[in-house]
């Protein structure tokens, strides 16, 4: 199911409010290694750090009445979780967040600061999704996933009209691609704001099954994927899927060393902090230069939620 | 001597062609915690990472024709070793960089890159002063002081008009003092745009020359400064000096530990990378909280050239 246009436009009128117009950044340096037109669309600027907020608005929104009133739930050790405990609390609703034991501290306390229930589960899917049903079959409250959701892939790419409105005529949007939420989100924008232009997908060699989906045409499981974009380790979903296959041109996949270089680049050059995910889509402009010379790209800084004190550098 | 308001906008007009007009932001989460509106104007987005540029850039354009011939020479291991590179290459003119044997490799290549001659020389004030002295016999290269010369001055003060006229009504404007360029500069633009605000200075306990000299009514020497913020070691200039003890109503000083809390601070709430130096002035505002309650505060972020391999964190 693929969304039109008025899905799109009225995403953009319920996700605006509560989110913020991130600014776009350019780097001189940058366009002269590059030999391109670049804008960073700085979702790192986003409310908690990153785009994830706009998908988890958006979710929210479209619950109806009776169900906003038994909360949400969702599990996640990342920015959903964060996402979906402010989003929630922003719009008077009670979270309940699943969180693996083994979840950093800060992350925890994140969560906790945005007014929602945390409870803690063993390290496994099966009993982050065992201990989510429970929580439900308790509650009453809807599950939100964080990628494979129409109404969080919407919110997604509400990122990209806010971007394609503010810089003129980008030939090429790259982000990266995790869950696979923010790319259809991105890709179905962009096919109706720019219908000429392209959207590319970015991934780590190491997490590359949205890569090797693309390829053989249907969805590829993430097995033991390793990378230090941790963002970027789960996987496709059958919802988000046929959008990024409809409307995605291509992924440029990246080394690790790749990464790690390009995220120090632009924190020494740029001064801005971004999160290893968002030096996945810095990566593969890198990577593949030659075919984005004179051309006008737009990447989307995910987000610059880091650990200081465990940095790759 | 003090500069006049036609001064002040004939270096505007100098400056601002070759220098970036650089984005003001502002932290929702700040904004709660000091119960204030706070502004950042942030120089660490200025060309070569710092505000230096400001002032570089006006002290070459006021050499005459055959000064500039010659080309400029100055002593330095920090910004303005950058500062003065990069301004020299933009105006088409020479630069000699003395620079100590034990600067860090990364700061002698950022010099090179820029298209300066580096002329190395022993790490004392001494030996630096007689290499400048040599290298000036040879070349008459025009000597452009960092921080005690009119002209770097009124160049640095143009971050503060600009920051006046994109930011209505701030009660108060905030800088670091080091050698006192900047912040002589922004007091004598804050003075004839806004003659009812006040403009304050932040220092490290640990190099607290500024705050004693205004103390006293006399230059204080600054003698084994020992802070993390590298940049504000450098003592007040006699040119400098009077326009501080003039129009700037306060220095408040801060802790180490304060230093490096509000720059960690600022890196993980506000996502852009801040030097120590520039943490000055955010951990004085979060020091002296209640004297800023409810009013407008603009803060300049000086820059954000820092070493990622020797993080205090």
């Known amino acids: 199911m693929i969304p039109s246009f008025d899905d799109i436009k009225s995403t953009v009128k319920r996700v605006q409010p509560y989110v913020h117009n991130t600014p776009v950044l350019t780097s001189r340096i940058i366009n002269e290694k590059t030999h391109a037109d670049v804008y960073f669309k700085c979702e790192n600027f986003q409310r908690m750090g990153a785009f994830k907020m706009r998908g988890a ?26 996402a979906l405990a402010l989003a ?94 923010l790319l259809a989100g991105t890709a179905i924008t962009t096919h109706y704001l720019l219908p000429e232009s392209e959207t590319i997908g ?6 590359d099954d949205a890569y090797l989906s693309l390829k053989m045409g249907k969805i590829q499981p993430s097995i033991n994927p390793v990378t230090i974009a941790d963002g970027l380790k789960t996987q496709l979903g059958d919802i988000n899927f046929p959008i990024i296959r409809k409307f995605v041109s291509n992924i440029i996949r990246v080394e690790e060393s790749e990464i790690i270089a390009a995220m120090r680049f632009v924190w020494e050059r740029m001064k801005i902090i971004i999160e290893p995910s968002s030096a996945v889509a810095v990566a593969a402009l890198f990577r593949k230069n030659k075919r984005f010379i004179k051309r006008r790209i737009g990447i989307i800084i995910t987000g610059g939620n880091v650990d200081l004190d465990n940095l790759p550098f």
Chains 1, 2 share one sequence.
């Not at 608005?57 to 964060?82: C, D, M, P, W, Y």
């Not at 409250?141 to 806010?162: K, R, Y």
């Not at 970015?202 to 997490?207: I, K, M, T, V, Y």
Request: proline share 5%; hydrophobic share 35%; net charge negative.
């Open 202 to 207: 970015s991934e780590p060699f190491g997490a």
């Open 57 to 82: 608005v958006n979710a929210i929104q479209q619950l109806s009445k009776h169900e906003r009133a038994n909360g949400v739930i969702t599990h996640s050790s990342g920015n959903f979780a964060q």
């Open 88 to 181: 929630a609390s922003t719009l008077d609703t009670k979270a309940y967040i699943v969180m693996p034991s083994n979840a950093p501290t800060v992350k925890v306390n994140a969560v906790l600061d945005y007014g929602a229930e945390v409870i803690m589960c063993n390290p496994t899917l099966d009993d982050r999704e065992k201990t989510c049903g429970q929580i439900q079959e308790r509650t009453n409250a809807t599950f939100i996933h964080p990628s494979n959701d129409l109404n969080v892939i919407l919110g997604q790419g509400t990122a990209a009209w806010e971007f394609i409105n503010e810089v003129d005529d980008l030939d090429t949007l790259i982000a990266p691609v995790g869950g696979g939420g």
